[in-house]
T-cell receptor
Framework: DQQVKQNSPSLSVQEGRISILNCDYT??????FLWYKKYPAEGPTFLIS?????DKNEDGRFTVFLNKSAKHLSLHIVPSQPGDSAVYFC????????????FGEGTQLTVNP | DTGVSQNPRHKITKRGQNVTFRCDPI?????LYWYRQTLGQGPEFLTY????????KSRLLSDRFSAERPKGSFSTLEIQRTEQGDSAMYLC????????????FGQGTRLTVV
């Protein structure tokens, strides 16, 4: 039962352009969403989060959008930089799932110079 | 305090042996989590502590797995009678208590069972 799904295993963009990573979830009890970035041989690093009472959160080049009715969120990176190349994980938690995070499968982003 | 620390970084063991991993969380964090990640998948929740109390365990945590956090600081994860299917990256994370707090992950311990 994959409650958080990232349907694109990989994404390739040119440096300076926008990267859009997508995530869908099925559990309507999820109320807090996070994006993590992971480089090879390292643990995931927290990037940005959003609560279900908002539909947008922005931090520098990173913006997360939440569409509760569609159970969809997306991460926008603009402008994309080669150093952004990593695996991006979407994660969610909610009242019924306690403190545990449920992760998607990840999307490998490659930013080409 | 430079973050969540996990030891060892890599462990190769023979099938049937026991292994133990250690996690040192960020010092002021009272919550500690263990996750497991296999190739091509996101991290999967195993168990979670608040201080020294183990509050939640996943069904993924079979009887061969045990975790402790004896003094509410560092934690250990032991796998008894390892199987090849236990090969994975074991990730530890810690966080403050609260609804909108993010978890900070360590670099993980990569286990290979041969």
């Amino acid at each position: 039962d994959q409650q958080v799904k990232q349907n694109s295993p990989s994404l390739s963009v040119q440096e300076g352009r926008i990267s859009i990573l997508n995530c869908d979830y099925t559990n309507s009890m999820f109320d807090y969403f996070l994006w993590y970035k992971k480089y090879p041989a390292e643990g995931p690093t927290f990037l940005i989060s959003i609560s279900s009472i908002k539909d947008k959160n922005e931090d520098g080049r990173f913006t997360v959008f939440l569409n509760k009715s569609a159970k969809h969120l997306s991460l926008h990176i603009v402008p994309s930089q080669p150093g952004d190349s990593a695996v991006y994980f979407c994660a969610a938690r909610g009242e019924t799932s306690g403190s545990r995070l449920t992760f998607g499968e990840g999307t490998q982003l490659t930013v080409n110079p | 305090d430079t973050g969540v620390s996990q030891n060892p970084r890599h462990k190769i063991t023979k099938r049937g042996q026991n292994v133990t991993f250690r996690c040192d969380p960020i010092s002021e964090h009272n919550r500690l989590y263990w996750y497991r990640q296999t190739l091509g998948q996101g991290p999967e929740f195993l168990t979670y502590f608040q201080n020294e109390a183990q509050l939640e365990k996943s069904r993924l945590l079979s009887d061969r797995f045990s975790a402790e956090r004896p003094k509410g600081s560092f934690s250990t994860l032991e796998i008894q009678r390892t199987e090849q299917g236990d090969s994975a990256m074991y990730l530890c994370a810690s966080s403050l208590e609260g609804w909108s707090t993010e978890a900070f992950f360590g670099q993980g311990t990569r286990l290979t069972v041969v």
